[in-house]
């Protein structure tokens, strides 16, 4: 394994802690409610219910977008996806009825819609479309911005020191589009608006 490699694991799994420790800490604080006193059981048991789906959305997505050491199929992708994003300040829109992306790229469609998701500071609209020139990720919503280095990010050029919890996920993505042979460019399509366009080399 290259320090490279090693570099974005470890990023990774901090990334994937971070978005884990809060609905598990509300977990525990429902917990403690409910030890502490007895009367406010209906409002502990709320909070560890709640808790415990956000939790459970977030591994769902996060085992197939990090995790899957196979191909992951369009429909259990989207679900995933859809579910992960149905609460909070971003929306998925992705349509059973849109054109099937096909399964070699399904993997990198997520991450692009963390991606993409990063892009939105006020919340908005994230999507993923497959055309003819292959597969885009779209983002529109109130200042819709990106990293002016974010194409580095994702490029093999980027130094080992610049990989961080921070910037792993345009890393990762990066690679991803490398391993099949293409690259991504950004494009910043509107003063609200950005896409991220998988491009074969």
Known sequence: MSARELRIGEALAARLCHELVSPVGAIANGVEILTEDAGFAADAATLIGQSASEASRRLQFYRLAYGALSPVG???ARQATLELFKEGRCRCE???AMTPIPIEFVKLAMNLLLVAAGALPRGGVIAPFWGEGGLVVTA???GARVDGNIEMLMSADLGVAEI????VQAVFAGALARALGCAVECDGAGPDSVSFSVISR
Do not use: F, I, L
């Open 74 to 76: 369009a429909d259990v």
């Open 164 to 167: 961080n919890p921070k910037t």
């Open 94 to 96: 992705w349509s059973a």
């Open 140 to 142: 529109r919503g109130q």
